[in-house]
């Protein structure tokens, strides 16, 4: 590509890097979550939330969990300041649920933000100025003590009203300040002027002051801002009563890594969105974020539990569409074509019921799907031209109870690939069954045993065998019924003395036996695998279902003789 001299790296490495962060492997606890899908996620939206939605928005967010929700600028916006008040003179907001609102240092906007948190019980004054070198040069036109004096101004003028608003109201307040455009503000002085607001709001271990470090533009690789965010919990004042969040953004693709990093070095809180909704690239994904927690076995303290259901509610107030590949969520993220794929899952969830079901171990879901309201049966495997014997008899076995034996499913999955690739489609789990069925199941054209019993032969060899069977036939054979008779060392050997009794030749011996139940009732019925071998070395496998096991057998033989025929005509 071209012009890429022009650009140049606009992010700060901070003073001192220890790193001593990079020594743990994981999140150990849930940090405390911040929604900001109203404010955040709202302004990003082509068309904006009405009232009524933000109203159902934010109960659906209490449902998910959420103890505290940033509701929006309401001296900026008239259906924000709406909103609050809705909530607060509704009584819709919990007890145990704390609303976020965002202000400007200026004095009318401060004033008009409390007028509209009047009666509310708990709330989080979000103080901003933006801090970095491009928005002091480029937009303020200003200097550091300029900025430094906007945010002091800021705090102390929050500080006054909420002092008034809590004598007349009741109301506990919290106070938040965020050097906006933290990421490209040098270090040391994101500290200076973070230090001078929480020395105005002298913190204590009952109001403890939020300190938001947000990557306003994800500027660096995320072991950069996790730097960042050690150095600044290493060194501002107060530190055991302040909470530090977390505000990444997803301009370079990282806000997760971010987020996941940031905690480690330090960071205490996290604000982001549903499925990553936010302005440009959007904001940290709190659903990944969160889930991968509960991949390692911790518990988010978020409720993911019905995730189509989070889909479904996100799509209806944002009108956004959740991509098919989106961790956790997206409908084809747990879905596997790959006939290694499929293979592997099937083993393994075959391991985990016999061996250890108390844990989750199966290759290539890093979760159960069932944790998060997904069915193995319609989310996990999917048959397409990419899928293999694995899949196919996975599906056939979750779906119909159809046990296809080991040396058939190779067979079977080159059928329903060549299936798949010639129509270019996805074979749904009925799809699979009708094609299994057309082409191995009670296969009655052009062979037809209409009858068949059966009896005792002891005497049928020199050695008595015990299991030597007489067999009385009627068959019907391109159109013609012929009434047969022999006796063999089994029922099938019996039945192939039989027809080689008929004026047609059957070439084929016998490779392979198997039968089981196909449900779990006392009425089931009986499905029997067959597998038989031409002169030529080819192989041919029938399948067949009956109320009995014996006739079940009859028919599978009859199947894989008439798949026979169509490669060895019959003659007479």
């Known amino acids: 590509m071209k012009n890429y001299e022009k650009y140049r790296i606009g992010y700060f490495p901070p003073p001192e890097c220890e790193m001593k962060w990079t020594k743990k492997d994981h999140i150990t606890e849930a940090p405390i979550w911040c929604s900001v899908d109203l404010r955040d996620g709202n302004q990003a939206l082509i068309v904006p939330m009405t009232l009524e939605e933000k109203l159902e928005f934010f109960q659906f967010l209490v449902k998910l969990g959420f103890k505290e929700i940033e509701v929006g600028f309401p001296a900026a916006s008239e259906t924000e300041y709406e909103l609050l008040r809705a909530l607060i003179d509704n009584d819709l907001i919990p007890d145990d649920v704390t609303v976020q609102v965002l202000t400007q240092s200026r004095k009318h906007i401060i004033k008009k933000t409390f007028e509209a948190l009047k009666g509310t019980r708990r709330a989080v004054v979000h103080l901003y100025n933006s801090t970095s070198v491009a928005q002091r040069e480029q937009v303020f036109k200003a200097d550091k003590k300029e900025i430094i004096d906007i945010a002091v101004s800021g705090a102390k003028m929050i500080k006054e009203y909420a002092a008034k608003e809590t004598a007349a109201y009741g109301t506990d307040f919290q106070f938040e300040y965020s050097p906006e455009s933290f990421t490209g503000t040098e270090p040391e002085f994101a500290l200076e002027i973070c230090n001078a607001v929480i020395d105005v709001w002298e913190p204590d271990p009952d109001h403890k002051v939020i300190i938001n470090l947000p990557a306003t533009v994800e500027m660096s690789m995320p072991h950069v801002y996790a730097s960042q965010i050690e150095y600044m919990s290493d060194n501002l004042n107060n530190r055991e009563n302040v909470i530090i969040s977390l505000h990444p953004h997803n301009d370079r693709g990282t806000a997760v890594a971010d987020a996941e990093l940031g905690l480690l070095a330090g960071g205490d809180r996290i604000e982001g969105t549903l499925f990553g909704n936010g302005e440009r690239t959007g904001n940290v994904d709190i659903i990944t974020l969160a889930m991968n927690m509960f991949s390692h076995g911790v518990d988010p303290k978020l409720d993911f539990s019905n995730m189509p259901e ?30 290694s794929h499929q293979d592997a899952i099937a083993k393994g969830m075959k391991y985990r019921e016999e061996k250890d079901p108390g844990r989750w171990t199966v290759p290539y879901l890093p979760i159960d799907p069932t944790d998060v309201g997904r069915e193995y049966e319609a989310d996990v495997i999917r048959i397409n031209s990419q899928s293999g014997k694995g899949g196919v008899a996975y599906i056939l076995q979750q779906n119909f109870g159809y046990k296809v034996p080991k040396e058939m499913r190779e067979e079977l999955g080159y059928l329903i690939k060549d299936i798949s690739d010639k129509r270019h489609q996805e074979l749904s789990p009925e799809q699979v069954m009708k094609e299994f069925e057309k082409e191995y199941i009670n296969v009655f054209d052009p062979i037809d045993i209409t009858d068949a019993t059966f009896q005792k032969a002891p005497d049928f060899d020199k050695s008595g065998a015990p299991d030597g069977m007489r067999v009385n036939i009627n068959v019907t054979i391109k159109g013609k019924s012929y ?18 009794k008929s004026p047609y030749t059957f070439d084929y011996k016998f490779i392979t036996y198997y039968e089981h139940a196909l449900e779990s009732d006392s009425t089931s019925r009986a499905v029997g695998y067959i597998c038989i071998e031409d002169n030529d070395g080819n192989i041919f496998w029938g399948v067949g279902i009956h109320d009995d096991i014996i006739l079940a057998s009859v028919n599978a033989l009859v199947s894989a003789l008439n798949r026979q025929n169509r490669v060895d005509k019959f003659v007479k």
Do not use: C, M, W
């Open 310 to 339: 989070v889909v479904e509610n996100y799509e209806k107030f944002t009108d956004l569409r959740v991509h098919p590949r989106q961790p956790y969520g997206g409908r084809l993220v747990f879905a596997a074509f790959s006939g």
């Open 483 to 500: 009434d047969l008779s022999a006796v063999g060392n089994g029922r099938l050997d019996a039945i192939s003395n039989a027809l080689k």
